[in-house]
Nanobody, 124 residues
Framework: QLQLVESGGGLVQPGGSLRLSCAAS????????IGWFRQAPGKEREGVSC????????YYADSVKGRFSISRDNAKNTVYLQMNSLQPEDTAVYYC?????????????????WGQGTPVTVSS
């Protein structure tokens, strides 16, 4: 059974950092494009970052560019989202998603498999 599990969320002060993990079971993550999405209370889901299965091309939403970084660890079958300089507006539930396409996308409907999400709260 294909499964994605996010972890690493929590409470952090403004300006702080967190690293989210997206671990896969039942399939090899490096054959899939992986996207990170977030949804804040009362808001629509937003694409944050993605990494493609081909050449590991990456893409970031303007709201996180320069602060967030996505990467893969193929040995651990895990994708990470390093989040620095966190701000209260980054507060949301963060989800990872996977699809087999070969191109990075920040559009949620393009993805087939989803994790259950990990909450991130940025507050003093």
């Amino acid at each position: 059974q294909l499964q994605l599990v996010e972890s690493g969320g929590g409470l952090v002060q403004p300006g702080g950092s967190l690293r989210l993990s997206c671990a896969a079971s039942g399939f090899t993550l490096n054959s899939y494009d992986i996207g990170w999405f977030r949804q804040a209370p009362g808001k629509e889901r937003e694409g944050v970052s993605c990494i493609s299965s081909t050449r590991d091309s990456t893409y970031y939403a303007d709201s996180v560019k320069g602060r967030f970084s996505i990467s893969r660890d193929n040995a651990k079958n895990t994708v990470y989202l390093q989040m620095n300089s966190l701000q209260p507006e980054d507060t949301a539930v963060y989800y990872c998603a996977a699809r087999r396409w070969g191109l990075c996308s920040l559009r949620g409907p393009n993805y087939t498999y989803w994790g259950q999400g990990t909450p991130v709260t940025v507050s003093s």
